[in-house]
């Protein structure tokens, strides 16, 4: 009886977490909270080693593992797991035994592993149909239709999460009817299915509505996403900014990231630019927030691991000093005996201080690597950053040359017309001809143009001006810039309202000024500076 509860508990905790193929936040958030929650869950460990309850053992090996594996050290987490296995298999098959496998196999899916991921779900799978044990079976399927979705099979995702979403049915669980919902909803706005999508979200939601958690967040956006992608672009502002309050109440960075990214494009999607930028730049000062809360639990956690081994290190250290001394007292006593106790205390002594320092050594390591895998993953989200910019300048560039164009054919027509005299409108014609004309001549989409190239080549015009031979116009350095975006002529002309031949000229006074080689473009000059 009492081996029973063990099992109804573990397997509770199980299914409190997400399945879905997005992360869930860490149950281990906080910083401050992270050692006191490792240093209980070690000290649980070492409290039950000292027992024979290998059960208990093997449940205390998974907890600590799962701590690991919330906090992303997954190296440590497989090592807990397995030892955990290692004892599970003196049993009978079980219910710790599928639990085990899942959280092994959720790390390998979070490290991209899915084959080694699938394994691991389908050996869950089996074992819980051998015990009879449907929810088991109903959480296996459903991390493997997250597999088989990230690989891109989504008939078989399909397949096995509508088997998940039947078992949660039958068995009256809303909490994991809703997550195999949003799962297939995920699926089929994959495969650009959007009212299906749409169908499977809303279910999914119906359960999550209120609960102010990060599950409600996401399903929110993806709803958001699906009104988006269909052109209802205000249900999509007005779904999405619901997912920013939720997340924004629970301080969810993630959910916030995406709500703010998902804004950013609806506005791209309606023209308004402006906001547009703003979102954009609300969601990467959130994706920062977000990488560097992760980034620091991270590293506390092995720092943690890093002085507590060491200290257990240096306590093995002190023990032997303890056992040197001991010798060294009853050499007094027993001579001959004595000579062989130091040498064989010394040996052993000098094996573990080596295998101490080893320890040590292999943290520093890992701390380092971790702190280089840091650096790569920020260098990358930087130059992600730079393309999403760069693209925001080209449709800026098009947006303008296209209303530029757009004006002064309106006017060309205008002025055809006045120059027909029978037409009694011709003052009134002749006037908005005038207005567009000056329209054409003011400055500030030029002043917003160079805030956003500054942003995103910050050093560019000052190379540009130290390699000329003599000072740059205005003119010739708006040309050196809409080269650097490598602009055709003909695009050039129409921007900057002249005809071809003319940027074609501009084109071969700014070369004479610079130093460049014959034979090399000019564009690709600009574009390597």
Not at 251 to 272: C, T
Not at 306 to 313: H, L, Q, R, S, V
Not at 385 to 395: G, V
Request: charged share 25%; net charge positive; aromatic share 10%.
């Amino acid at each position: 009886m009492k081996q029973g509860l063990i099992y109804l508990f573990v397997f509770s905790i199980l299914l409190a977490e997400s399945i879905s193929s997005q992360s869930a936040p860490s149950n281990f958030t906080s910083n401050k909270k992270a050692d006191s929650i490792f240093f209980a869950l070690k000290g649980q460990l070492e409290e039950a080693t000292k027992g024979s309850n290998a059960l208990l053992i093997s449940q205390r090996h998974w907890k600590l593992g799962e701590f690991y594996r919330t906090t992303g050290v997954y190296s440590e987490a497989l090592e807990q797991f397995n030892k955990a296995l290692e004892r599970v298999h003196h049993f009978e098959k079980d219910t710790l035994h599928v639990i085990v496998n899942n959280c092994i196999g959720k790390v390998h899916f979070s490290l991209s592993k899915f084959e080694i991921a699938k394994q691991y779900f389908e050996e869950s799978e089996e074992i819980a149909n051998l015990l009879g044990n449907t929810k088991g079976v109903a959480v296996s399927k459903g991390l493997l239709g997250a597999c088989f979705e990230k690989q891109g099979k989504y008939p078989e995702a399909l397949e096995y999460q509508k088997q998940s979403l039947s078992l949660f049915q039958e068995l009256g669980d809303k909490a994991g009817v809703s997550m195999a919902n949003e799962n297939i909803g995920s699926i089929y706005e994959d495969l650009g299915e959007y009212d299906m999508a749409f169908r499977y979200f809303q279910k999914s939601f119906e359960y999550l509505h209120g609960k102010r958690i990060w599950q409600e967040a996401n399903v929110l956006n993806n709803l958001g996403d699906v009104y988006r992608k269909q052109g209802d672009y205000p249900n999509a502002l007005i779904y999405t900014g619901k997912a920013m309050q939720v997340a924004g109440a629970i301080q969810d960075n993630h959910q916030l990231e995406s709500a703010n990214k998902d804004l950013s494009k609806a506005y791209v999607l309606l023209g308004d630019f402006k906001q547009a930028h703003y979102y954009l730049s609300e969601a990467e000062r959130y994706n920062r927030e977000w990488l560097e809360n992760q980034n620091t639990r991270q590293l506390n956690v092995l720092q943690t691991i890093y002085d507590t081994n060491k200290k257990e290190a240096q306590i093995q250290l002190l023990q032997e000093q303890n056992k040197v001394s001991s010798a060294n007292q009853k050499l007094l006593w027993v001579a001959l005996f004595a000579v062989a106790a130091i040498l064989i205390v010394a040996f052993t002594y000098r094996g573990r201080k080596r295998q101490a320092k080893l320890k040590i050594q292999e943290y520093e390591q890992r701390i380092l690597k971790a702190e280089l895998e840091r650096k790569a993953f920020e260098e990358e989200n930087l130059q992600q950053q730079i393309q999403l910019k760069t693209a925001a300048l080209s449709r800026y560039s098009l947006h303008l040359s296209q209303k530029n164009k757009i004006l002064l054919d309106l006017s060309k027509t205008l002025k055809n017309i006045v120059s027909r005299r029978s037409m009694d409108a011709s003052f009134k014609i002749k006037e908005l001809a005038k207005e567009i004309d000056f329209n054409l001549q003011q400055e500030g989409e030029w002043d917003e143009f160079m805030n956003f190239f500054k942003e995103i080549h910050p050093d560019f015009i000052r190379k540009l001006s130290a390699l000329s031979g003599s000072s740059l116009s205005p003119a010739e350095m708006r040309l050196g810039m809409l080269l650097r975006l490598n602009l055709s002529s003909k695009e050039i002309a129409s921007i900057l309202r002249v005809t071809p031949d003319s940027v074609r000229v501009a084109r071969y006074r700014l070369r004479k000024k610079l130093p460049i080689d014959q034979k090399e473009e000019l564009v690709n000059f600009m574009v390597d500076l």
